[in-house]
Structures are given as structure tokens and as C-alpha cells.
């Protein structure tokens, strides 16, 4: 017995990376703008609530059941008075072919049914037109030559009332037992043909997950928030479900989250005046990327990525060899250190310096443990030691060289107020940073924004100002 398997397409197979629809509007907007070169402030916002109402208007007036992405454009050009401009349209459809992605779940569904020799068909409530819908699927590799396409737009017809379901049971010449319909909405989806005597497999994992829900009602930035949850929903529903604590750690957890980080950054940035932000590297990659896209929003801030861990300001920041003038050489936490752990902080190797410290290690070598107060008087006299203290010396000159050049190259030396960014937690960062600056003459007033900071941070006087 010939057996159909239905797939609805939009928010089934194909999703968006926004979270609602005007949010595409937007962008189409943007773009527009430059197309007809607008310079209105408010043509943006003008644009999505004519293209919101322009879709209203075409479907009362219609006597389709469905309407066509033509007829609301042509609404549009009318309202707007764009009559001698052709084609607009796609560049709505140039936005929808950007933002979409399969669903791997369903892609899973659709391969079941080929492997149990099931006719394909996709249906779909949609006002784009058939070509378009049907290209997306084959693009994303869930439809394939001889699959049936059935699109509201092109066949007049709607799921929601029935008679799309209908008209395809016709066209395919089967009884509603014969079909098996999977889709997301729970009317026209679920109850219509369920109505009808179809088989259904209700998908709901295209709905927004309670933390893209609460983003969104956030609203402080409701075109980003849309964005943002966009993508998290589409980055859950495109990754394979066999690893979905990753998929749900990443999408609902760290993308909020950095969200949420990058945005405070910039608001603080934008209320001080900061024109720049340095992202230190790596711990502030994601909260940088972040922080691009969001940018527009405050003032459109410069955010760049500064190329540095922690460990390679340190050395080149030293002004002297010596506790206070290394004192990231022992943390505030550590009793016990291994002299080589301690030596690799210099860029040094007990085999090169074991006539330094044989009296120090002994036997042990490399693995002795630094702990007593006479043991750290013996490693900083060892490392004083006149020929060790010039190669120490001249290291520290030569990455304090090479670390300049980088930061003039990167513009921390322009006119320009600027900022750090960076996790936390004690501004060992920030205050050799700014110490590695002085010693070219820059006299400038450091300032850094983080997630948080230790009570036993440096303070202001010698790590700069850090909210």
C-alpha cells in the first residue's frame, strides 16, 4: 500500500536563525537603505511596520486563501511610494536564503522515510513563492528530484483551513490513513489534519526554549535579542541530538550569557566615554564576538581582539628582578612552588641555569620545592647573580620590544580613550599592561571592564581604574 510521509517546511525542516519574523523585515530594511540610498533615521522602523502592515492589508483583501510575497511588495511600493523601483522583493528573499537552516531532527525523519520507500512530499503555509521554498530544501539536502511540493502560495490553498491537506490526498491519490503529516503547529499541523483522519507526528523542538523566551522578553535591545535567540535556537536544533547536554550547555547557557557580558561592557563603555574596547585573548573571544554584533546598538564602539595571555605581560612589564619587582613570580596563594615552574615563568630551563641553583635544588633539580623564607632569599640571589641577571635583562628588554611593537601596531598608543576587557580576577593583566606602556612614555590612565575581581585585586594605584 502506497504510503505518503508529509513534511511541513518552515519551523519543521527549515528554521531561522531570528527568533521572529520581523527581524528579517529589519534587515531587509538595511539593506534597502543603501539600495535607494535613504537617510532617514526612522527608515528602518518605518519600512518593518509597512511591511508588517502591507502583509495585513493583502490578506483582507485577498479572496485566496493564501496570498504571494508579489502582492505584499507590490502593497508596499504603493504605501511607500517606491513605484519605479522593480524586484525589491528579493531582497527579502536574498535575507530569508541567509537565515536558514535544516533542522537535523527532522532531516533523521525525512531519511527514515525514504529508507521505508515513502513518497515525500513537503507542505507548507507560506507566502513566499514554491521555487524558492523548494530550492531551500533541496540546498539543505532534505528534498531530492521526484519529492512533491505543495506550497499554500503557488496552489491558493491553506493547511490551516484543510484544504491544502485535501487538495494534496487528491493530487497524490490516497486516503488520509495513507498519510503520516510531521509539523510544529499545533492547528494547522495537528488538529486539521488529525481532523481529517491524517496521521500526525506533532515536532515541537522548533519552539523557543525557555531561555530564548526569556531573552527575548528582556526587550532591552529587541533587534539583537532576536538575533541572538535566533541563533541559539538554530544552533540546538542543527547539531546532532546525541550530543545534546553540549548543544544545551552552549546554546542555552554560554550564548546568554556572553550576551548578557558583552552587553553590560558596552553600556558601562558607552556611559565613560570609552570610543575602543581590547578583548584579551582567549578568555574573551566569545564575549568579543558578541560584543561586535552588538555594537551598533552603543554608539558602534570600536571592539577589537588584543593578542595576549596573561603570562606574556608579565615578563616584559618587569622593572626589576627582584619580590617587588616580580611579584607574579609567587601568587598570594602558593606555599610551595617547584623551582622549575618558577624558572619556565622567566622562559628558563633548570639545564640551562643549574650552576645557578645546584646549591639551592641539590638532587631534586628542577622538582625542588621553593617554600621556607631562606629558600626564596637563595632563588633571588640565584637569579642576581651578575652574567644571569644580564641575560635575565636582556630578555626582559627584548620581549618588552617585540610586545610594544605589537601594541603600536594594534593602536593602543592612539588618541583615542580606550579600555581592556577581560575576565578577572586580580589585574595582574591590567597593571602589567599598563606598566609596559609607561615605559615607552605613554601617560595615559588604564581602565579595565570584568566579569569579576578579587578582593585582593591590585588596586587603582597601580593597576588603573577597573569596574
Known amino acids: 500500500m ?36 535613504a537617510t532617514s533615521a526612522s527608515f528602518v522602523d518605518d519600512f518593518v511596520a509597512a511591511r508588517i502592515d502591507a502583509e495585513e492589508v493583502v490578506r483582507r483583501q485577498s479572496k485566496r486563501e493564501e496570498i504571494t510575497l508579489f502582492e505584499i511588495w507590490a502593497q508596499i511600493k504603493i504605501v511607500m511610494g517606491w513605484s519605479g523601483h522593480e ?43 514554491a521555487k524558492f521554498v523548494e530550492r531551500q530544501l533541496r540546498k539543505h539536502g532534505i528534498a531530492q528530484p521526484g519529492d512533491g511540493f505543495y506550497i499554500s502560495s503557488e496552489v491558493g490553498m491553506t493547511k490551516a483551513s484543510g484544504n491544502l491537506f485535501r487538495h494534496v490526498l487528491d493530487a497524490e491519490g490516497v486516503q488520509a490513513s495513507q498519510m503520516l503529516h510531521v509539523g510544529d503547529n499545533l492547528h494547522s499541523d495537528y488538529s486539521i489534519p488529525k481532523g481529517l483522519g491524517i496521521v500526525v507526528d506533532a515536532f515541537s523542538d522548533t519552539c523557543l526554549s525557555p531561555g530564548e523566551v526569556s531573552l527575548m522578553r528582556l526587550n532591552t535591545i529587541p533587534a539583537a535579542s532576536a538575533k541572538v535567540a535566533g541563533a541559539m535556537r538554530a544552533f540546538r536544533l542543527t547539531n546532532d541530538q546525541a550530543n545534546l547536554a553540549r548543544v544545551e550547555l552552549v546554546s542555552q547557557f554560554l550564548a546568554p550569557f556572553t550576551m548578557g557580558f558583552a552587553t553590560w561592557v558596552l553600556r558601562q563603555a558607552q556611559k565613560d566615554g570609552i570610543k575602543r574596547l581590547y578583548f584579551l585573548s582567549r578568555d574573551c573571544q566569545l564575549t568579543w564576538k558578541a560584543a561586535c554584533e ?75 620545592c621553593v617554600s621556607s623564607e631562606n629558600d626564596w632569599c637563595e632563588f633571588w640571589a640565584a637569579l642576581n647573580e651578575p652574567e644571569l641577571r644580564i641575560r635575565i635583562q636582556a630578555l626582559i628588554a627584548k620581549r618588552r620590544d617585540s610586545t610594544l611593537t605589537y601594541f603600536k601596531s594594534a593602536g593602543l598608543f592612539d588618541n583615542i580613550s580606550w579600555a581592556i576587557v577581560d575576565l578577572g580576577w586580580y589585574l595582574n593583566g591590567q597593571s602589567a599592561l599598563w606598566q609596559i606602556l609607561k615605559s615607552q612614555g605613554w601617560e595615559g590612565r588604564i581602565a579595565g571592564y570584568y566579569l569579576a575581581l578579587k578582593c585582593h585585586r591590585r588596586p587603582p594605584s597601580s593597576a588603573g581604574e577597573a569596574t
Open 2 to 37: 502506497k504510503k505518503v510521509y508529509a513534511f511541513d517546511v518552515f519551523d519543521t525542516c527549515l528554521v531561522r536563525k531570528v527568533a521572529v519574523p520581523s527581524a528579517i523585515f529589519r534587515e531587509v530594511a538595511v539593506r534597502l537603505s543603501l539600495k535607494l540610498d
Open 294 to 368: 552588538l555594537s551598533p546598538h552603543f554608539g558602534l564602539i570600536d571592539c577589537r581582539y588584543l593578542y595576549v595571555s596573561r603570562q606574556s605581560l608579565l615578563l616584559p612589564s618587569t622593572t626589576d628582578i627582584s619580590p617587588e619587582g616580580m611579584s607574579w613570580i609567587k601568587s598570594r596563594w602558593e606555599t610551595k612552588v617547584l623551582l622549575k615552574s618558577l624558572l619556565a615563568k622567566i622562559e628558563l630551563t633548570f639545564d640551562e641555569v643549574e650552576m645557578n641553583f645546584c646549591m639551592l635544588a641539590g638532587e631534586a633539580r628542577g622538582d625542588f
Open 87 to 129: 524586484s525589491l522583493e528579493q531582497l527579502e528573499l536574498d535575507v530569508e536564503d541567509e537565515v536558514l537552516v535544516a533542522v537535523a531532527a527532522v532531516c533523521k525523519k525525512v531519511q527514515v522515510a525514504r529508507q521505508n520507500s515513502g513518497r515525500i512530499v513537503f507542505i507548507s503555509d507560506i507566502y513566499l513563492p
